[in-house]
Structure formats: structure tokens, C-alpha cells
């Protein structure tokens, strides 16, 4: 139901409004002048605004929405604010719904409204609508700012990514790269098993190490280089039945924010030592709490 609206038909849709997004945060940072912190001016913006274009965001609520996901989702504010944004957040979700029901949208709460109106409840969209906005939010924010470190430290791969030519394997390689994501939802073995030498008897829960994967040389040779050019797969957006819907828009944000980022600022480079960079204090989610910039 909800896969519908992540179809690279209707992806790429949104790609107009997306690098109109990027160009609109590009703007406010060249504005403000350096230095500037990339993950409050460009990776969290940026997500938080292609949510709100997918949700169907009114444009006049659309700064108070992003500001409330900001605020829910920076690991750096103490937990009742962040509560309290969240508290917020689903309280306008809920409203926003019950205007989706009495005229819906092209946007995909709109679609689900018109399509499934008769199979969901009022409850369950304003959870998918904000399934969407923390699966969506969260990851992409996080990748946006450690790739754009990435692309920093290593002006050959910031080249090429300012050029765009390869930007599409350029972004896979990030994602296995970097992955974002540490480990997906604990499964429960159906029946015992040995997988690698290890035994796993039935009913023990099981945490998966999504980078351990991705950096393990059995599946990618020489897993722990950098190559652009790779063509082996990885498991940053999961696998199989647990495959992100939302992989698409994921991908066409990066691909569209790079090159649009790096040709802006020709001249981007940290405004701090690299050692000196502060990452976020998190199992779940890789990222940074704050990516000092200048140019």
C-alpha cells in the first residue's frame, strides 16, 4: 500500500521540488556567510522539507515542521524537549490527516486516502506519516552530512562527485561505505541453526551488524577502499521483505545534494581539524552532532 508512493515513477516526480529544496537551504547558507554548520543548514533541512513536499505539508506549516523535526530528532537537546517536539509532531500529524480526509491530495496521504480511505483508520495514518518522517528524516540527514565529510577529507571523490558524471555509483559506495544505519530490527530464530560456525538455537534473538556487512571482505573484496566504481551490492537500506521503501528517495536526495552542494562552494573545506569533528553519541544511527564549515 504505502510501496506505491516510493515507485522510481513517482520518485522521480519530486525531483523538480527536490532540487528546488537543495537550492533553497544552498541559498540561506550563502546568505548567513561562513562559517556554517552543513548538518543544521544542509542535512537536516533537506529531508525534513522533501517529507513535507511526500506528506502533502502545507507550505505555510512547512517551517514549523521541519523545526519541530529537528528539534525531535538532535541527539544534542535533552529528551523532554525532544519529547515534547514529538508529543507536537503527532499531534499536527493528526490533523493534518483529518484534512487529507475531507479533501484529499495528490500528495501520498492523499493518494492512501482516496485509494485505502475504507481499509485504514485515522490512527494508522498518522502513524505512516510518521514512520515516514523518522525513517526518512533520521537516515537521510545522518548520510548527508557523514558523506559530505567524506567528500571534505578527500578532494579526488569530491571532485568527481562535483561533477556528477558518477554520481549514482558514487552514492552506493557512500552508503555501503559509511552505513548509517548499525543494525536493523532483532529477529527471533525460527529453528536452530549453525550460521559461520556458530550455533543459534531456536527462539534466541539475533542483532545484525548492517556495517559488518557491508565492510566484510568475503562479500566486497578490499572492503575497507573507498571505490566509486564498485559493483558489488550492500545491505544499507536492508534485504529483502525488510528493504526500505523509502531507498529511492533516499538515493535521488544524495545524488540531487552533492554536486549541487560542492559546485555552490567551490572553495568548501572544515572550518576544524578533522579529529575535531563531534559525532553523535548513538548505537542505532551513525552521524555527526555538528559539521563546522567554511568556504
Given at each position: 500500500?504505502?510501496?506505491a508512493?516510493?515507485t ?7 525531483r523538480?521540488?527536490?532540487e ?9 547558507m ?8 552543513l ?9 525534513s ?6 506528506l ?5 506549516d512547512r517551517?514549523?515542521?521541519?523545526q519541530?523535526?529537528?528539534?525531535r ?11 515534547a ?27 492512501l ?12 495514518l ?6 515516514l ?8 540527514a ?8 567524506f567528500l ?19 552514492v ?18 525460527r529453528?536452530d ?20 556487512a ?18 558489488t551490492?550492500?545491505?544499507a ?7 526500505c521503501i523509502g ?27 578533522s ?5 553523535r ?14 568556504w
Open positions: 500500500m504505502i510501496a508512493g516510493f522510481a515513477r513517482r520518485v522521480q516526480r519530486l523538480p521540488r527536490i528546488s529544496i537543495v537550492s533553497a537551504a544552498l541559498d540561506e550563502e546568505r548567513a556567510g561562513p562559517p556554517a554548520d548538518v543544521q543548514c544542509f542535512a537536516l533541512p533537506i529531508p522539507m522533501v517529507i513535507c513536499e511526500l502533502g505539508v502545507p507550505y505555510a517551517a514549523e515542521f521541519q519541530r523535526s529537528v528539534i530528532f538532535d541527539g544534542t537537546r535533552d529528551m523532554r524537549t525532544r519529547m517536539a514529538e508529543a507536537a509532531s503527532l499531534k499536527y500529524m493528526a490533523g493534518l490527516v483529518a484534512r487529507k480526509r475531507a479533501d484529499p491530495d495528490e500528495a501520498l496521504l492523499g493518494t486516502v482516496r485509494e485505502h480511505g475504507e481499509e485504514v483508520d485515522d490512527g494508522e498518522v502513524g505512516i506519516g510518521d514512520l518522517l523518522l525513517g526518512g528524516h533520521e537516515t537521510t545522518n548520510m548527508l552530512a557523514l558523506g559530505s565529510l571534505l577529507e578527500n578532494p579526488e571523490h569530491a571532485e568527481a562527485a562535483r561533477d556528477g558524471e558518477h554520481i549514482d555509483e558514487m552506493e559506495e557512500l552508503l555501503r561505505y559509511l552505513s548509517v544505519v548499525q543494525s536493523g530490527v532483532p529477529r527471533v530464530a529453528e541453526v549453525t550460521l559461520a560456525g556458530q550455533h543459534i538455537r531456536r527462539g534466541e534473538r539475533l542483532l545484525c551488524s548492517l556495517p559488518s557491508n565492510h566484510d571482505d568475503a562479500l566486497t573484496p578490499e572492503a575497507e577502499r573507498f571505490d566509486a566504481t564498485r559493483t551490492g550492500h545491505l537500506f536492508g534485504h529483502g521483505i525488510h528493504y531507498a529511492p528517495l533516499a538515493r535521488l536526495e544524495m545524488r540531487l545534494a552533492y554536486p549541487a552542494l560542492l559546485r555552490r562552494f567551490p572553495g568548501l573545506g572544515l572550518a576544524v581539524a579529529d575535531e569533528v563531534a559525532f553519541p548513538s548505537s542505532v544511527f551513525y552521524g555527526l552532532r555538528e559539521l563546522p564549515v567554511t
